[in-house]
């Protein structure tokens, strides 16, 4: 049976989260309740309006509302989207203004996955810049999801993607939260776990959405608790 919320887990995770706020984050939210746990957690992982924030969402696959993965008075916010191929092709028949190019403006291949962790780099630079030097979570990034990126690359560009995109927010002390809406044991999770600082499970519970984390660095993890 799965242990309830606790004082003693409430307490835990409040130190953990204050460590990782203070030195910045790279998050992997995990567990299939996506509609009912992943979008309310974005929302609180994205950061209030108690201080200034820098906010990016990376989209890839997901068709909710932009604002869904978002607090409320959210803005402004950059936006990078990067449509599956395959996915899109599945989704919308209609065809596309353009074809996909196989090649750069230059004549080299276009490798769309080297293009995304481009502009995601791009994009932390510029909040980097306009913020004169982001203070430690002040960057705030959703990337929604991880799964269009596992299931069309093989394992080894998968890591390097990750190293290079997780390695970007650590250098400016932001905040980053990656959806991944499997199963907690799902083998694809146990694979890239090690490149994340921690792994949020979320599930939906008798009282709703609950939260349950497990730090990387073998600190232990919390019970679980509730996620509002």
């Known amino acids: 049976m799965a242990s309830e919320p606790s004082a003693g887990g409430a307490a835990s995770f409040a130190k953990a989260l204050a460590s990782l706020k203070r030195r910045g984050s790279n998050l992997l939210l ?18 209030g309006d108690d201080s200034p924030r820098e906010r990016l969402l990376v989209l890839t696959d997901r068709d909710a509302a932009r604002e869904a993965r978002l607090p409320d008075g959210a803005e402004p916010v950059r936006t990078v989207e990067h449509r599956s191929v395959t996915r899109s092709a599945a989704a919308r028949p209609a065809p596309s203004p353009a074809p996909l190019s196989i090649s ?49 690359h093989d394992r080894q560009r998968v890591v390097a993607f990750l190293h290079a995109v997780t390695s970007d927010v650590d250098r400016v002390n932001g905040m980053a939260h990656y959806h991944l809406p499997v199963p907690a044991d799902d083998e694809i999770v146990g694979f890239v776990e090690p490149l994340f600082d921690a792994v949020i499970e979320l599930r939906v519970g008798t009282e709703g959405p609950q939260q349950r984390w497990t730090l990387t660095d073998g600190r232990g993890s919390t019970d679980w608790l509730p996620l509002g």
Do not use: K, T, W
């Open 30 to 47: 995990v567990g299939p309740a996506y509609e009912a746990a992943h979008l309310p957690a974005s929302r609180r992982l994205m950061g």
């Open 104 to 152: 750069g403006p230059d004549g080299e291949p276009h490798d769309p996955l080297v293009a995304l962790g481009n502009e995601v780099a791009d994009e932390i630079d510029a909040a980097d810049e306009r913020a004169g030097g982001l203070a430690p979570s002040q960057l705030r990034v959703c990337f929604d999801s991880l799964v269009p990126i596992v299931e069309e």
